[in-house]
């Protein structure tokens, strides 16, 4: 995939981007977060699991609040590394 691609925009393949932070949780599975869309959290025994359980959990999400008539909301989150 080349090019420039927009939190929030649509690609070629008619998916969304939407960001997702990783990190090793104390169970020693891996914790994936999607900032945008509040309390949507998954997890895995694996990196590659964790992101495919969350790819689910955003569509449910959606899903969910479309089937109730809420708003999606847009992606609007940055992340920064900041050394300490």
């Avoid at 949780?25 to 959290?41: F, K, Q």
């Avoid at 495919?52 to 708003?71: F, M, Q, R």
Wanted: charged share 25%; hydrophobic share 35%; net charge negative.
């Amino acid at each position: 995939m080349g090019g420039n691609i927009v939190p929030g925009e649509k690609t070629g393949e008619g998916e969304t981007m939407r960001q997702v932070v990783l990190h090793p949780g104390e169970d020693g599975y891996w914790v994936a977060e999607c900032p945008s869309l509040l309390g949507c959290i998954s997890q895995g025994k694996t990196k590659q699991e964790a992101v495919t359980n969350i790819k689910e959990a955003i569509e449910g999400y959606i899903v969910s609040l479309e089937e109730d008539g809420l708003p999606v909301p847009e992606e609007h989150f940055e992340a920064l590394v900041v050394a300490i």
